[in-house]
């Protein structure tokens, strides 16, 4: 009887997706939506493992998970916006090192830096941050910003890769 629930509780899942993904998405949470997805899964399925009562309907309880993860990410996203000035310290551990540049093209180099940090998406701009100026590993960055691990390295790769790009145009 269990794994013909379980079975039941995937299929509904399933079905139910691709309308929880634009559900997180028309919330503001792109880049977020697939992990939050998932997430609701794995609470449905910890619901239904516990000793309390049968999931009566379960496509109910997944957009009441849904909802209350919108919630919390959007709390979460109030909570920790990255302030600009902290993109001057990461334009500057971001910069290669400098040898006989003349303080002129430093300072040049290092405005252009910060106005490509500043134009990113505001979790990628916070998730550099906290790499380059603070230290964080992906896992650390991940449980700040209640994301997962691969999250965190996708916001870093496509910062990064924007960001080398625009200063290789620039030279």
Not at 5 to 18: I, K
Not at 28 to 42: K, P
Not at 92 to 115: C, I, K, N, Y
Request: positive net charge; aromatic residues 4%; charged residues 25%.
């Amino acid at each position: 009887m269990a794994e013909q629930a379980l079975r039941a509780l995937t299929r509904v899942f399933t079905d139910q997706a691709p309308a929880l993904r634009g559900f997180f998405a028309r919330r503001g949470a792109n880049d977020e939506a697939e992990d939050l997805v998932q997430e609701t899964y794995l609470r449905l399925l910890r619901a239904h493992q516990g000793e309390g009562e049968r999931i009566a309907n379960p496509e109910a309880y997944l957009y009441t998970v849904a909802t209350n993860l919108a919630r919390e990410q959007a709390a979460r996203r109030q909570r920790s916006p990255v302030p600009l000035e902290d993109i001057e310290q990461v334009a500057a551990l971001m910069s290669p090192a400098e040898g006989v540049e003349d303080a002129t093209e430093r300072v040049q180099r290092r405005e252009h830096m910060q106005a490509l940090l500043a134009g990113l998406p505001t979790r990628t701009r916070a998730v550099l941050v906290m790499q380059y100026r603070d230290g964080l590993t992906y896992r650390q960055i991940a449980e700040r910003m209640g994301v997962s691990p691969h999250m965190v390295k996708k916001h870093v790769v496509r910062g990064l890769a924007v960001c080398r790009r625009a200063m290789g145009d620039a030279t």
